[in-house]
């Protein structure tokens, strides 16, 4: 069963436009949700974080936002660059920084 | 300024065969992870170690094996190999924060044949 859900497999969006990715996850007992960003033929390397006190996060281009009674985070990209382009995935931290991942959404950013 | 290097990037095993994958780390971080990706799949965590002499099975430890007799280093095992092991192979490690920020390798790709 899993635990953490990203619905969108793949998304396309134009260069300079906003690139929004979600996820669902199950237990409301998580503290921190994170994206993770991953190249081909490349591990993944760690985006961005938000931990469950909060509802908003910032980094540069990249925010992520959090709604715990939905039990849903999403990830907006402002503005969407070529170089975006890659397998996003949504990830929460259970204990001793245990990370449980979603399947992933391969975004494109077309220019 | 190495990070965490896995070794072989790629292998092809026989049916049976046994082999290990390795992962050493040289930025003094005390957990360590192995996960591997299926296509399509998001990463499901096999084994982790919280320091060295201490493992503790994953979501999906059947068929493997692990051992941390050092902080560096955290080879994973493959014993009998069958095709459900085709995968690529990433090992993590963390600062111990308990905040989920994992530091990957650059991944083995194994397929059994």
């Known amino acids: 069963d899993q635990q953490v859900k990203q619905n969108s497999p793949s998304l396309s969006v134009q260069e300079g436009r906003i690139s929004i990715l979600n996820c669902d996850y199950t237990?409301?007992?998580?503290?921190?949700f994170l994206w993770y960003k991953k190249y081909p033929a490349e591990g993944p390397t760690f985006l961005i974080s938000?931990?469950?006190?909060?509802d908003k996060n910032e980094d540069g281009r990249f925010t992520v936002f959090l709604n715990k009674s939905a039990k849903h985070l999403s990830l907006h990209i402002v503005p969407s660059q070529p170089g975006d382009s890659a397998v996003y995935f949504c990830?929460?931290?259970?204990?001793?920084?245990?990370?449980?991942f979603g399947p992933g959404t391969s975004l494109s950013v077309i220019p | 300024n190495a990070g965490v290097t896995q070794t072989p990037k790629f292998r092809i095993l026989k049916i049976g065969q046994s082999m290990t994958l390795q992962c050493t780390q040289d930025?003094?971080?005390?957990?360590m992870y192995w996960y591997r990706q299926d296509p399509g799949m998001g990463l499901k965590l096999i084994y982790y170690?919280?320091?060295?002499?201490?493992?503790d099975k994953g979501e999906v430890p059947n068929g493997y094996n692990v051992s941390r007799s050092t902080t560096e280093d955290f080879p994973l095992r493959l014993e009998l190999a069958a095709p459900s092991q085709t995968s690529v192979y990433f090992c993590?490690?963390?600062?111990?924060?308990?905040?989920?920020?994992?530091?990957f390798g650059e991944g083995s790709r194994l397929t059994v044949l």
């Open positions: 930025m003094n971080h005390n957990y």
């Open positions: 993590a490690t963390s600062v111990a924060q308990n905040t989920g920020e994992l530091f």
């Open positions: 237990n409301s007992m998580f503290d921190y």
């Open positions: 990830a929460v931290e259970t204990s001793y920084d245990k990370v449980i």
């Open positions: 938000i931990s469950s006190i909060k």
């Open positions: 170690s919280v320091g060295a002499g201490i493992t």
